[in-house]
């Protein structure tokens, strides 16, 4: 009997697989772009001609192929970028899969002429349909010129389901796009139909958005910088007023590639909240460095789709640094800013090893026999509440969207027991004190909570409180955590828990109800991620020992209330998304007053 099951030609596997990495012009110029680009080039040429349908170019002055490997860089799998399994995880090129010049040669005319600085002249060969058809020396510059011809000749199929000229070169200065803005540090042309329609000079990402979209965007644009364990951010935000009905603009960068993330997105969707008009998109441009460990590119065959290990964290810390540059920017339009990096943002738990806790205690302070325990680090360094020097302190403020004008000193007053009123030269911000203090709560015990540093104090007196099973097991759970933010206390015999330090934010009075909410066990699903499990925590913590609405405040306690409030990370909401404050203008008094 005939065998029925035959392995397919060389030929038709690469066709087949060709599908999946080249579906369009488009494809194949990001393909020849990256390879460029990995290939060191500081100058790359694109030229293409009817979208790309009858000719693609690119020439680039790289690192070139050598002779002997010319060949094989046409076959499938062939790679110089990695050698085994375990260096798909530390990939820094574009390219790794070697799919890219076999597939473009199995369904089109590709020529390719390279020359590396070993060689006295360049190679060339010819190659129609993945078959060589001729190989010579010629007379070329260093680096790599491939000109790609008649792209699906071979798949009517294909060359019939494109689109027209106007949209397959949509789509090609989409994916020149991408790639100019991964690479400032890259000189890049572009030729259609012998039209020079981008000549980028190589500068910096700031100029390279403005040199692609017009000089005009550079107005258009807020700094966001964050640089934490797990990330390093760095980029800009489109300010809210200039945000678009398109999406065109939005730009997420991961070691230099371009990438789509539908999750990440949401995380700036979510900090512009309110500040966009129905059916207008944020814009952002955005680098992030990671670890290449923690990523795994390998998911797609464009390669735009990638895994993250701590893609929880990534969303915290981007969220956060968006929404923080967002807040500087509503009140300070056009700064460049550089932040308070005095605390990092605490999502660095991978790196933190736990470290036994030091109890250190002011024998001449005990803060908690002030009225409404606000207490900041600023004012443990001081005597008492009765020295006079507890003014806005202004370095901190700078950090913040306050820095141009801030409040002069005692100029802060408290209104019907629940706001602060803040006067300053233009305008006037009136805070809600209690969820203010919710947000110096919640990334003070975040902060202790993933630092490990924490302003424990001892208790004169030690307390005992007995806990029912469910607590004790819940106890177990939560220990570390409990211990993170300044918890000092020993499980004895029969459930009595012993507690002899607790968190300086955390009054005497309320340990025994703060610890019992901590250990309630209600919606903490242990299984969640370590981040989750602290916010949860923090956001509890906060609710409980925050000082509430009615809470009267002395101007001390509002000052150092202020001062730790502008020290925050985050300033426009508290943790529960509520806004803390509002600011009226002098302008608007006035007019209502007109
Ligand atoms: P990949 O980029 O995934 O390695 P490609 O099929 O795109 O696979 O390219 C195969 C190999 O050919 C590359 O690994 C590289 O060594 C070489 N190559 C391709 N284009 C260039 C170029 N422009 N300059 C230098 N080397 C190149
Ligand atoms: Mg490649």
Redesign the pocket.
Known sequence: MNSRVLLLPDHVANQIAAGEVIQRPSSVVK?LL???V??KANKIKLVIKNAGKTLIQVI?N????NSH?ICI?FERH????IKTADDLFKINTK????????SIAAISHVELH?KTKNDDVSNSIRIEGSKIVEQILSAKPLG?F?TVKNLFYNVPARRNFLKSDNVELRHIIEEFHRIALSHPEINFKFFNNEIEIFNLSISNFKKRISSILGSKWESYLVPVEENTSLVLLKGFILKPEFSKKSRGHQFFFVNDRFIKSPFLHHAITNAYEGLLKQGFYPGYFLHLKIDPKKIDINIHPTKTEIKFEDEQNIYAVLRSAVKHSLGIFQVIPSLDFEKNNSFEVPYNFKNVKPTPPKIEVNPQFNPFNVSKNIISSKVEKHESFETEILNIDTDSILNTKLSIESPKENRVYQLFSKYIVCPLQTSMIIIDQNRAHQRILYEDFLSSMTTKKNSSQQLLFPLKIKLNAKQALELDNVKEIIDSIGFKFELKKNHFLKIYGSPQQCPESKIKETLESLLSGENIDHSIKHFSQADHMSKKLAKKLAIRSGDYLEKEELQVLLNKFFDCKETQVSPFNKPIFISLEKTEIEQKLN
């Open positions: 393909e990256e390879n460029a990995d290939a680039d790289g690192n070139g192929i490997d860089a062939a790679t110089s970028k390219g790794f899969r070697g799919e890219a010049l076999a390279t790599t491939v």
